[in-house]
T-cell receptor, first 115, second 112 residues
Framework: AQSVTQPDIHITVSEGASLELRCNYS??????LFWYVQSPGQGLQLLLK??????LVQGIKGFEAEFKRSQSSFNLRKPSVHWSDAAEYFC?????????????FGSGTRLSIRP | EADIYQTPRYLVIGTGKKITLECSQT?????MYWYQQDPGMELHLIHY???????EKGDLSSESTVSRIRTEHFPLTLESARPSHTSQYLC???????????FGDGTRLSIL
């Protein structure tokens, strides 16, 4: 069965430090991959997506993610975090190419920023 | 910014009441979704719709029902609320099968 794993439940980094949030998926073919961010009390906002082509994708707010087929990973990175980046981050995968396919979300990684 | 709206943002209500959570989008998206999310947990798909008069149950069983009479409107109804329904409910829409979903701000529901 298709699944998305975010191994880190909670990460704390210092402001200005680099960040990498891990995401692994289980799916037989190349999936469509997404990263969303959720601030407290808010809905989810799309950070970036990967469908095909260049495996390094750029998103909003200075985030990027790299699709690595050999590792079934789609890790999110940012070279220098800001206090406003504190939020919950969700990796998601869309499995299949038909109208019946759905998006599966990981359990999320909560990011805290140390001043 | 995505134009998808959920009301109410917060609702605290007693057991046994009928509740309708509203979701509207102004983007003309055919596909709409309802997710249930407990605090700090992942999203679970409970309902989705691919267009007017089309509704399907999602991966997580839910006692709620939905309707899709108009493209822009996808309300979720609980006929008799129970404390186990306490959660956050997120509505989303997308333009196409492989397009990202746009989310509303959610309704945080507490059943006493």
């Amino acid at each position: 069965a298709q699944s998305v794993t975010q191994p880190d439940i909670h990460i704390t980094v210092s402001e200005g430090a680099s960040l990498e949030l891990r995401c692994n998926y289980s799916y037989g073919a190349t999936p469509y991959l997404f990263w969303y961010v959720q601030s407290p009390g808010q809905g989810l906002q799309l950070l970036l997506k990967y469908f095909s082509g260049d495996t390094l994708v750029q998103g909003i707010k200075g985030f990027e993610a790299e699709f690595k087929r050999s590792q079934s990973s789609f890790n999110l990175r940012k070279p220098s975090v800001h206090w406003s980046d504190a939020a919950e981050y969700f990796c998601a995968v869309r499995t299949g190419y038909s109208s019946a396919s759905k998006i599966i979300f990981g359990s999320g990684t909560r990011l805290s920023i140390r001043p | 910014e995505a134009d998808i709206y959920q009301t109410p943002r917060y609702l605290v209500i007693g057991t046994g009441k009928k509740i309708t959570l509203e979701c509207s989008q102004t983007m003309g998206h055919d596909k709409m979704y309802w997710y249930q999310q407990d605090p700090g947990m992942e999203l679970h798909l409970i309902h989705y719709s691919y267009g007017v008069n089309s509704t399907e149950k999602g991966d997580l069983s839910s006692e709620s029902t939905v309707s899709r009479i108009r493209t822009e409107h996808f309300p979720l109804t609980l006929e008799s609320a129970r404390p186990s329904h306490t959660s956050q409910y997120l509505c989303a829409s997308s333009e196409g099968d492989n397009q990202p979903q746009h989310f509303g701000d959610g309704t945080r529901l507490s059943i006493l």
